[in-house]
């Protein structure tokens, strides 16, 4: 697993570009078929990358934080809504509510979410890789390749079997 993750911090630097132009190639492939190789391919790569030797995600993209998130978060944890909006939200530069810091604050050191249980729903869906999802959400796979290393095996995997 140590060498999967290495290998994607060297080879995903430089291949940002070569990423960027293979989405667009798959923009025609956009729909049920290319949903069903993702579904494929997304567990073939998860069951060789754990989430838990990386936890890159939550330690560089602060996720978006919706009303029943933060509703349901707060709850869990005792707060109110407000308190918590307070003390762990922020408002980012594309006006979208995010957790306040990187790496998340709910991150522990072993890479365990404290709060997955009730995480947010960008938690829950991220790497938006699945689920008959990863058509919907072609705009969010090369930069997410940066960041998951699952992401850019899915690709390159998807380069292999997408003419």
Not at 131 to 154: D, G, T, W
Request: hydrophobic share 35%.
């Amino acid at each position: 697993m140590e060498n999967l993750i290495q290998s994607w911090k060297q080879r995903s630097s430089n291949s940002r570009k070569a990423q960027k132009k293979f989405i667009r190639h798959l923009e025609q492939y956009r729909g049920k078929h290319l949903d069903t190789l993702a579904d494929e391919i997304h567990e073939e790569v998860f069951s060789k990358v754990n989430c838990l030797d990386c936890a890159n995600c939550c330690t560089s993209i602060p996720p978006i934080v919706n009303k029943t998130d933060t509703a349901r978060i707060a709850k869990e944890l005792g707060m109110k809504p407000a308190a918590f909006a307070e003390k762990y939200l922020t408002v980012d530069e594309d006006n979208d509510t995010v957790m306040n810091q990187s790496p998340c604050p709910f991150l522990l050191e072993n890479n365990e979410c404290f709060i997955y249980a009730f995480r947010p729903k960008a938690c829950r869906e991220y790497p938006h890789t699945n689920n008959r999802e990863f058509s919907k959400n072609l705009s969010y796979h090369a930069p997410n390749a940066m960041y998951c290393p699952a992401v850019f095996y899915i690709l390159e995997e998807m380069k292999k079997r997408v003419p």
